[in-house]
Each structure stands twice: as C-alpha cells, then as structure tokens.
C-alpha cells in the first residue's frame, strides 16, 4: 500500500522528513495539518508511513480499541538503547501485560501521597537558594527538582555518594540525547558506532555504563537487605510477584527504572516550567492564582491544593498549550480496521496528536490564548 491510499501527506524524501521531525517537529505538524487536513502522513522510520490525527473520532476510535489490534511498543525501538528492551514502553502481548501488572501497585493513590513529603521538602530546599533580585534559569531549577525527588522517591537512595554520581550521571547522559542534533543519534542508527571516548555515539554508551553500575549495585544491595517498612517504588518493584509468584529480574528493574526516570524527569521540568512562563507572561493569572493559594496556607498536607479549582485549571491549560509530548507513541495495527471513515491495513502507523488536538479551535476556542478560565466554564 502506498502512502496515498490511506493519507496524504508530503512527497519530500524520507530523510528530509525525519529530519525535519527531529528538528522542527511543531512547525512540520502545523504545516501538514494546514495543507492536508485532519489526517496526513509523514515518513519517519524504514520507510513507513505515520499517519497523524488529530480529530476526536480518530483518537477515540484508537483508544478504544482492544489491546489486540495494535502494536505499540514494536514502534518504539529507537528509545531501545536508552530505555532497554524490557521496558513497559518497547513491549507488547503477555510481556507487557506481565509488567503492567507487577508496576501497578506502586503507582495506587494513597502510595502515591506518601512521596508528598518528599517533593515538598526537596523544593523548598532548592527555592530557597533563590534571591529577589537575581537571575536563574528557572528550568535548569525545576530540572533538579525533579531528579531529586525521582532518586528519593523511586530510586529510594540513601547513599549520599551514589546519590550524588546519579545525580551527575542521568543529567549527562539525557543531556547527549537533549538536543535536536544530539538526539539524530537515535534516530538515526547508523549514527550509533563507537568509535571511542570522544565520539558521541562513544560517551553515550561509557555513561550509561557508569549509570548501569550504579543502579545494579543499588538493586543488588537492596536484594541483600530487604527493608518491609520502605515505601520507595523500587522497594515495592522488587516485592511485586506475578501470576506465578515470579519477581523482577534486576535487568527489568533496571529498564523499568530508566523508563520512571526519563518519563519523569524532563516531562515534569518542561511542564512546570512552561506555566511558570505563561504565569508571568500573565500577570492577572498570577494573581488570581496566587489569592487562591494564599487563602490555603497552612494545610497539613497537599490534598486541599490538589482540589484548588484555579490551581487545576492552570495546570490544565499549560498542559493543553504546550503539551510536553506533542504526540501519542504510535501504534501500528495488527489487523484492519476503520478509523473516523478510512480504512486503514495491518502495518499501518497511526499517530494520536496530541499538540493539534489541543489547538482545534471547534474544542478550544482561540487555542492560542492562555486562558485558564476554560477549565472553569466546562468539562472537556
């Protein structure tokens, strides 16, 4: 099937859309949507054809769907050499069943607010290094936030020296994969040769030697001395049990690991940082957000600010503007079926988007306003 039959979209060569993409993904989304409509393809990886949507019905009619009809890790593979092959996000079929199941426990709500303590402490450590006055980068700030409480909460490290190598370490390591040219190495494998310490492909593979040694040497000291009264997700990781009473071997702790890590890490700073950004850039926002916060001072714990309507709607609308990921990982169908009218073949990439979704001005009117207040006046 050529690209043609199931959605248009453009006929440069695959190389200058893949680059393209790794470069100026928004603007190459915004154009094809411009040009093509609700649906078009792009070709990313071995030639085929992803096809973007960004139409409630097409998004709807995806998720859905029975877990049968799509691969989704299989699309995956180029986050392989940071993530590991056993990550939840590169599986499919029964193994990706299996690990849903054994991570699940950790993540239940009340668990959850037991990390509230730690997120509170660890920024009101950082924020107070700030000065009126001064200037910093407020993303390199939110940054470190993040890794600390990721390495407290879900790592659970207590070694002050290897909470510092990890602290170094997994900047250094995303670092080399941060930037549009930097993360070519993914996207392209023939980028990926070692040819020694100084060559990219080189200090990627020697970092993520140096972090993989760290991170089975805290598994192994783990296994050696469990602890039933820690509440780190590792610690609730290495107790889980499958159907046949099967633990985590320490190479899927690892991934799995990696995977909290890397989903967690940036995704929170950007997110934060962005609506700090549109918080300044609106200074009636802030104060109405501000007034709301100022009127809940004093609670013992956080969940009266989990409830803050205002709160809520600001995290909503910085989230829709600026989506931290702009689209859904692809899946690629397994048997045929229609999606909003078109019939699609097994092979076929099919992409929810989320960034032009969020920018549909039928779901959002005059989406390119910051404007909170939408959350107040309806449910979308």
């Known amino acids: 099937m050529t690209q043609a039959d199931f959605a248009l979209g453009p006929n440069t060569p695959q190389l200058i859309q893949l680059l ?3 470069g100026q993904p928004i603007p190459l989304m915004e154009q094809c949507a411009q040009r ?3 649906t078009f393809a792009i070709r990313l990886l071995r030639g085929r054809a992803s096809v973007f949507g960004s139409h409630p019905q097409f998004i709807q009619a995806i998720f ?14 180029l986050l392989l050499p940071l993530l590991g092959d056993a990550s939840l996000i590169l599986l499919d079929g029964d193994r990706h069943r299996r690990q849903r199941q054994l991570l699940m426990p950790p993540f239940h709500g009340e668990r959850m607010r037991a990390y509230e303590r730690i997120i509170t402490t660890t920024t009101e450590r950082i924020a107070a290094q700030w000065r009126t006055g001064s200037t910093f980068n ?5 940054q470190d936030i993040s890794l600390q409480v990721i390495l407290a909460a879900v790592f659970g490290i207590t070694d002050e020296q290897r909470f510092q190598s990890l602290r170094q370490l997994l900047p250094s390591l995303l670092d080399l994969t941060g930037s549009p ?4 190495l993914l996207f392209l494998p023939a980028l990926q040769r070692d040819w020694g310490a100084w060559s990219p492909w080189g200090r990627f593979v020697r970092l993520r030697d140096r972090l993989d040694r760290l991170v089975f040497a805290e598994i192994a000291e783990r296994r050696a001395h469990p602890d039933p009264e820690r509440t780190d997700i590792l610690a609730l990781m290495l107790a889980a049990r499958d159907e ?6 320490d190479l899927e702790l690892r991934d799995e690991l990696m995977t909290l890590l890397v989903a967690g890490h940036e995704t929170t700073a950007s997110a934060i940082a962005w609506a700090m950004y549109w918080l300044h850039r609106e200074p009636a926002t802030l104060k109405t957000l501000v007034d709301e916060l100022d009127a809940n001072v004093g609670a013992e714990d956080a969940k009266p600010f989990s409830r ?13 503007i600026y989506p931290v990921a702009p689209i859904t990982f692809p899946r690629i169908l397994k048997v045929p079926m229609t999606i909003a009218g078109r019939e699609y073949q097994p092979g076929n990439s099919v992409v929810p988007c989320i960034y032009l979704t969020h920018r549909r001005p039928e779901l959002y009117p005059d989406p390119a306003t910051f404007r909170p207040e939408r959350f107040l006046e309806r449910q979308f």
């Not at 040219?181 to 070519?184: H, K, T, V």
């Not at 803050?308 to 829709?320: F, S």
Request: net charge negative.
């Open 181 to 184: 040219l930097s993360s070519s």
């Open 138 to 142: 407020l993303r390199q700030a939110l």
């Open 20 to 22: 393209q993409w790794i």
């Open 64 to 77: 859905t769907a029975e877990p049968e009809v799509f691969d989704a890790g299989a699309s995956n593979g």
């Open 308 to 320: 803050l309507p205002y709160l809520g709607a600001v995290c909503n609308e910085a989230l829709r």
């Open 36 to 38: 093509y409509g609700d």
């Open 244 to 249: 046949d009473n099967q633990p985590m071997t």
